[in-house]
């Protein structure tokens, strides 16, 4: 759906909406309109982790500066990976601050720190100072996401402790979130707490990072399913697209269009996961979990039709779908799982608690699943979207639609693609390191489904 707002506010009207103090969204940069910016990016703080990655960049065809400069910039790497106490902040904290106004349109400032600490000595027990310097440095970040302009973005690189700083998911994710691709996601933390995942170049995450993978998406017959099929296939991949036999034209089109496999199934039937291990037959190296319905209504007038029909389709298919396709055998190598949860299943939504219900245990699910598809030598995460310009989000009233849209950082609604972007990245074979975790993909908003 057109926001038309947005398109009046960067035409006719940009003079009147900057004079009266109204909400100013800019058009996003996505891909494949540039991977990255050709200004320079500026690396902050101490430490050898900042000077590990000053050279990746260099070595990645980046102009880098090592020191507060005058020059316009397209991104900031802010390190505090080596702060001990919350005073150790600010410094670099004050360095960022200094250099914002050299920032770009579509500018990034990506934060690196270590995760929450516990003592080696007491595993139970956490470092007071420690644990409340890298929780300071995210605090940072998810204010600062809120002070950005001009379609600006800051987001985190969290490592775990014992896992190098320059480990293949980390620096994966350094192209991710400096990239276009990431263009709705803001004010996120991103958990990498394995070395595991395949080394990556910002040139190849750029390409088709995904070749020789097979996908398969549920749900895939239009709006955020028919993005997701078409980005990994883009990227690479070969996609067999699900979806119920009532959407089967719709399906047939997207999977013509990208070269895929149509497969017509009712994800909600006992033996779903087992008929698409035999339909596919190839190993699956990526499944995405997308078929999600909506059945919203006040939970004192919700009937066990409404609530037991969410939950079938948006949680339980998939952990039913999950076990089954273990059974069979049917994982390639290095399996990636990611289900579309929702930020309703973060904060909630009014008029939605069966949605909720199943979007929570989405997240649950993956934080739970992670160690046993570590074994399998794979990972299982989810993305949370929030407001995306979708057909359901169409039909909302003009007022709601309008305050979830400008609400956002980033001043307006994301679109299936955003979504599409963030799943091809935990797809990808770099993103071995990062597992039972939630992405929101949501200009950093939570409302909407």
């Known amino acids: 759906m057109t926001d038309r707002y947005t398109r009046l506010v960067n035409g006719p009207l940009k003079s009147l909406v900057k004079t009266l103090g109204l909400p100013n ?38 102009e880098v500066r090592r020191k507060p400069t005058s020059e316009k910039l397209q991104a900031v790497l802010a390190f505090f990976d080596e702060a001990t106490s919350p005073t150790d902040l600010s410094e670099t904290a004050l360095e960022v601050g200094g250099s914002l106004r050299g920032l770009v349109r579509s500018s990034r400032v990506i934060v690196f720190s ?26 940072l970040m998810r204010s600062l996401a809120h002070e950005m302009r001009g379609g600006g973005t800051v987001n985190g690189i969290v490592v775990s402790d014992g896992v190098p700083m320059d480990a293949p998911s980390a620096v994966s994710t350094l192209w991710f979130l400096l990239s276009s691709k990431s263009a709705y996601v803001s004010g996120q933390p991103v958990h990498v707490t394995t070395a595991d995942g395949d080394p990556v170049s910002a040139e190849a995450f750029a390409g088709r990072h995904l070749d020789g993978r097979l996908a398969v998406v549920t749900g895939a017959a239009r709006g955020i399913g028919a993005a997701i099929a078409q980005t990994l296939a883009r990227d690479g991949a070969t996609v067999v697209g699900v979806d119920v036999p009532q959407a089967g034209d719709d399906l047939a089109r997207t999977m013509n269009g990208i ?39 006040m939970l004192a007038n919700m009937d066990a039709a409404r609530w037991d029909s969410v939950i079938a389709v948006n949680i339980a298919s998939q952990l039913r779908m999950n076990a089954q396709l273990t059974e069979s055998n049917a994982w390639g190598s290095a399996p990636r799982v990611v289900s579309l949860a929702s930020t309703s299943g973060i904060a909630g939504n009014r008029g939605q608690t069966n949605y909720a219900a199943s979007k929570a245990g989405v997240i649950g699910m993956v934080a739970a699943g992670a160690q046993p598809f570590a074994a399998q030598g794979g990972t299982i995460n989810a993305v949370a979207p929030g407001f995306i310009e979708t057909e359901m989000t169409a039909k909302m009233p003009t007022l709601t639609r309008e305050v979830a849209r400008r609400v956002a950082s980033l001043q307006q609604g994301g679109l299936p693609v955003d979504v599409a972007e963030t799943i091809a990245f935990l797809s990808a074979g770099a993103a071995g390191g990062i597992s039972g975790t939630t992405l929101r993909v949501c200009g950093q908003n939570l409302v909407g489904a």
């Open 259 to 297: 070269g895929g496999t149509a497969l017509q199934l009712d994800i909600t039937a006992e033996d779903a996961g087992a008929t698409i291990a035999e339909r596919v037959g190839a190993p699956i190296d990526v499944l995405v979990h997308n078929a999600g319905i909506t059945r919203d209504k």
């Open 25 to 62: 969204p800019v058009p996003l940069r996505r891909f494949p309109d540039g991977a990255y910016l050709s200004e320079p990016v500026l690396v902050l703080g101490p430490g050898s982790a900042a000077d590990t990655y000053a050279q990746i960049l260099l070595d990645n065809g980046f």
């Open 114 to 139: 270590r995760d929450g600490h516990i003592v080696p000595e007491r595993p139970a027990a956490m470092d007071p100072a420690l644990n409340a310097t890298r929780n300071g440095a995210l605090g």
